[in-house]
Antibody, heavy 118, light 109 residues
Framework: EVQLVQSGADVKKPGESLRISCKGS????????ISWVRQMPGKGLEWMGK????????HYSPSFQGHVTFSADKSISTAYLQWSSLKASDTALYYC???????????WGQGATVTVSS | QSALTQPPSASGSPGQSVTISCTGT?????????VSWYQQHPGKAPKLMIY???KRPSGVPDRFSGSKSGNTASLTVSGLQAEDEADYYC?????????FGAGTKVTVL
């Protein structure tokens, strides 16, 4: 079965760092891009950007450029979304989704909740 | 990057059809064939319903269909069923970025 499994919920304080993960299985991980999608509480979906696990090429949405970092370790079929200094406004549900260069979303992770509060 | 424009809500009775529009620009919907539609039930991850404007992934009922004219894409759900009640989001490739619509809540009356 093709699936993406994300790490669990995290609670952090403003200014702290965080890395969440997305592990693929059932397919050749390096052959598909991984997109990251944010959903703030009660709001819609926002595309954050994507990474190619095969060569770690990344592209960030202008709205998220400079605030988050994507990485991947193809040897363990895992992609990561990282913050170096969290803000309260980063509180949201974060999804990873499999895709190609132009589109995405044939497979989704279950979502990872990040709560940032002092 | 501006979000694509969707109506906030749509509704229909069981068995009826509902069509959701998604309006963008020549820089996104009008310029590419990569329009997707996702269904999201409360508390669940999104599910791909339509990709490349008109294609259905395996397992998606043929009651769901997509189309595009100019800068506007549409999702039609025919023969509405209770389980179709959900939020629906459109997305388009926009030249290195992808962009979502704000979502449409479909209610089955």
């Amino acid at each position: 079965e093709v699936q993406l499994v994300q790490s669990g919920a995290d609670v952090k304080k403003p200014g702290e760092s965080l890395r969440i993960s997305c592990k693929g299985s059932g397919y050749t991980f390096s052959s598909y891009w991984i997109s990251w999608v944010r959903q703030m509480p009660g709001k819609g979906l926002e595309w954050m950007g994507k990474i190619n696990p095969g060569d770690s090429y990344t592209h960030y949405s202008p709205s998220f450029q400079g605030h988050v970092t994507f990485s991947a370790d193809k040897s363990i079929s895992t992609a990561y979304l990282q913050w170096s200094s969290l803000k309260a406004s980063d509180t949201a549900l974060y999804y990873c989704a499999r895709g190609k260069f132009y589109d995405f979303g044939d497979v989704w992770g279950q979502g990872a909740t990040v709560t940032v509060s002092s | 990057q501006s979000a694509l424009t969707q109506p906030p809500s749509a509704s229909g009775s069981p068995g009826q059809s509902v069509t959701i529009s998604c309006t963008g620009t020549i820089s996104d919907i009008g310029g590419y064939k990569y329009v997707s539609w996702y269904q999201q039930h409360p508390g669940k991850a999104p599910k791909l319903m339509i990709y490349e404007v008109t294609k259905r992934p395996s397992g998606v009922p043929d009651r769901f269909s997509g189309s595009k004219s100019g800068n506007t894409a549409s999702l039609t759900v025919s023969g509405l069923q209770a389980e179709d009640e959900a939020d629906y989001y459109c997305s388009s490739y926009a030249g290195s970025n992808n962009v979502f619509g704000a979502g449409t809540k479909v209610t089955v009356l």
